[in-house]
């Protein structure tokens, strides 16, 4: 069985409009130590089971914030375009996960003083498909 992380990162790595800005550079959670930039950290906000008279649907809704960074805002900007074209109202797979909608919640600009970086963070809605027990 395969998870909707892995599923994510394996659709964003191969897609053109990402993956010309970002290559692989697509991490979970945190970024490495002197990362190269562009580049995207992703993490999850929530998760949530959709349940029917007989117990779970299989169908699951996560909350995944995606965190795109670049040395310059426009880029940072240029990237979280990029996220919006792949991902909002995707219907399809993930890798081999069954994503039936992918919906943007939320968008905001930060700047790091510290690493002196770019980012935009964006939250989005999405439903997927998952084996029940």
Known sequence: MSILEEGLFTYLSTHTGVSALVDERIYPYKL???????????RQLSNTDFRSHGGSSGLNRKRMELFCYAAEYLAAKQLADALRLALNNFSGSMGTVQTPAVFRQNTDDEYDEEEKVYFVIVDYFIYHVE???
Do not use: G, L
């Open 131 to 133: 084996a029940v027990s």
């Open 32 to 42: 490495p130590q002197n990362p190269t930039f562009p580049a995207i950290k992703y």
